[in-house]
């Protein structure tokens, strides 16, 4: 059956996935640039894209026993995200679309961690709470939009997580670490209160904001503070903000459906509160698999699929990379 490929390249992910027509998801190749110290390097980061590109695009088609006559269309992430990686992207589905002679379609990164979050769960019409390295967003479709009802006034709260980590000795991606640490003083004794460790509180009406918290948590640690202990305090309150606004925003858009999805929905506790506020509201919370939260190739692939059941091709001259482009830029006219 005829497949459409998918290409990720926004941040520190490149990764390559495939859909069939009819929206069988198949596992991506994806790699990650993780910088040797400090944060994620533009520049750096394409030139690994560029690198490692070759190799993963031909492991996915090996590993599916596939060539490029199985392939009827290349999507590829347009944007938000950093210019010189979006670039080696759009670059090789361009290069790609010419020489296989397949049409082409440059998607809107951020709508396609709902659509894959969609397909994964079969929720329907969720209210989404997008929680990324870059991004941290609560999102619902209304006339033809997602329509971002909420988000940070900062810094992402997966970029927060891996600073603080960072600045703790942890590499990149420190969320996976913190969520570690954050369960050994749970284990440890059960009966700390966030009175303990208490930190900022992220909500800010309908937004969040966490620099402020992040920098408090640094505090803590410099304190005296076990570095676990402050862990699981972090997360309790960024997380529990993130939560109170998915609720409202619920209540607000009449939505009784919770979809979570960005790397951030890989936390356990995340999953736990999200599914704890849903039954108490008599919603039902959904959280694709690991491989679906973080950016994967796969994802582009299933946002490329529905554009194209309702709209045309993306022309090779609109398809620049656009690297602030905004979750309610783009029409949603599929189902
Ligand atoms: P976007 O471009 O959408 O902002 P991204 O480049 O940040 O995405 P993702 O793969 O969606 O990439 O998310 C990566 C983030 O997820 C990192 O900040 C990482 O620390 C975080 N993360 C991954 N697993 C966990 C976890 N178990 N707990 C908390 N955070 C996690
Ligand atoms: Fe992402």
Redesign the pocket.
């Known amino acids: 059956m005829a497949m459409i490929l998918g290409i990720e390249s926004?941040?520190?992910?490149l990764s390559f996935g495939l859909v069939n027509e009819d929206g069988n998801a198949l596992p991506s190749s994806s790699d990650l640039y993780t910088p040797e110290e400090g944060g994620i390097h533009p520049r750096e980061a394409a030139d690994h894209h560029s690198m490692i590109a070759g190799h993963l695009l031909q492991d996915l088609m090996d590993n599916n026993s596939l060539d490029s006559t199985d392939i009827s269309a290349i999507a590829f992430s347009q944007g938000?995200?950093l210019g010189p990686c979006l670039r080696v992207g759009a670059s090789i589905a361009r290069g790609l679309s010419h020489s296989w002679d397949v049409p082409l379609v440059g998607v809107n990164?951020?709508v396609a961690?709902i659509e894959i979050g969609r397909n994964q769960t079969n929720c329907n019409d969720p209210v989404l709470l997008?929680v990324?390295?870059?991004?941290t967003q609560i999102i619902a479709r209304k006339s033809g939009r997602y329509r971002v009802l909420g988000e940070t006034l900062d810094i992402?709260i997966?970029?927060m997580?891996?600073k603080f980590a960072r600045n703790h000795g942890m590499a990149?991606?420190?969320?996976?670490k913190?969520?570690a640490l954050a369960s050994d003083w749970l284990a440890s004794d059960s009966t700390h209160t966030m009175d303990e460790i208490s930190l900022p509180y992220a909500v800010q009406g309908m937004d969040l904001s966490f620099s402020g918290i992040m920098t408090a948590a640094n505090q803590k640690v410099a304190d005296g503070q076990p570095l676990e202990a402050v862990c699981w305090s972090l997360q309790e309150h960024a997380f529990a903000a993130c939560i109170e606004v998915a609720e409202r925003a619920m209540a607000h858009a009449g939505k009784n459906e919770l979809l979570l999805g960005?790397?951030?929905a890989?936390?356990?506790r995340i999953n736990e509160m999200a599914m704890i506020m849903c039954e108490e509201r008599g919603a039902t919370a959904y959280c694709p698999p690991k491989p679906f939260?973080?950016?994967n190739g796969t994802m582009i692939a299933e946002l490329g699929r529905r554009m194209l059941s309702v709209s045309e091709a993306t022309n090779l001259s609109d398809s620049a990379v656009s690297p602030g482009l905004r979750t309610d830029q783009t029409i949603v006219s599929w189902d």
Request: glycine share 26%; net charge negative; charged share 10%.
């Open positions: 926004t941040a520190h992910t938000p995200g990164h951020c961690h997008y990324s390295g870059g991004n992402g997966g970029n997580l891996d990149f991606p420190g969320g996976p913190i969520e960005g790397g951030v890989c936390n356990a939260c973080v950016d």
